[in-house]
Structure formats: C-alpha cells, structure tokens
C-alpha cells in the first residue's frame, strides 16, 4: 500500500451552527457540497483535495474540561505567514495571555523545535489546532 495524502480530518462537534462560524470565520475554510447522509454535519476544504469533517454524533468523545495542550491529539494547518496569522487572530480577540479563557487562549512558538513556527489554539468543542508556516516572517 503506498499513501498519497491525508483525505479528510474528521472532528466531533456538539453544535454543528457555532463550529461552522468557527471555521469559516476563524480558520477561514470554505465551507464544500456534502453527501447527504443520515447525521449532522458540514465539510470544509483544506485543500485542493482535503477536507475537514464535522461530524454532530451523541456517542462521540471530547476532551471535555481540557484546556489548551499542544502535546495532546490535533491536527495541523499551513498558512503562508506567520505573523499575518497571529496578527489575525489577535484581530479575533486571541492572546497569549488568555489562559483564563480557552477558547480565547492562543499558544505562540515563534522558535519551536520542531523547525517551523507554530500557533495553537482550540475549536468550541476543545478540538486543538495547530497553525504553522513554512518558515518565521
């Protein structure tokens, strides 16, 4: 077997109307055509090929009562700027000293180890969101 891509990233929502304002309005996702299948949910395009899926399921499991961790499970997205993508979320009421409030809690590491600059935050429903560039503007 050899893989070409990651197609889609499924993600359980509890209310499909605010998850889908989040990731028009903050991720900025486009919102795509979806089957219609016999559930709650909405897909967006990562990509020219990949997608995520929000899924509204009664049996799912959250991380309920989690705060921001970037060690726990998440998926991440590439932006082309760094700094564009912070000053944007700053634009959104993020901050890095919200610890406070999580939804509004933003994790910055300009200089992460792993190579390549990296934000983190949380979707409403305590999904972790890594944003990162290709390189520190």
Do not use: C
């Not at 050899?2 to 900025?28: C, K, M, N, P």
């Not at 992460?112 to 409403?124: E, K, R, S, V």
Request: no cysteine.
């Amino acid at each position: 077997m050899q893989i070409a891509a990651i197609h889609h990233v499924a993600l359980s929502v509890t209310d499909l109307e605010r998850s889908r304002r989040f990731y028009r309005d903050i991720l900025g996702l486009e919102e795509i055509a979806r089957p219609p299948f016999d559930f709650p949910g909405a897909w967006f395009a990562t990509g020219p090929s990949q997608h995520i899926h929000l899924i509204v399921h009664p049996h799912s499991t959250f991380r309920t009562g989690k705060g921001l961790d970037n060690r726990d499970g998440h998926f991440a997205v590439r932006v082309p700027s760094y700094r564009q993508a912070v000053d944007f979320l700053r634009s959104k009421g993020y901050r890095e000293d919200a610890a406070a409030d999580p939804f509004q809690h933003m994790v910055l590491q300009p200089h992460a180890t792993a190579g390549f600059p990296q934000i983190y935050i949380l979707d409403p429903d305590r999904n972790v969101i890594e944003i990162n560039a290709a390189r520190l503007d």
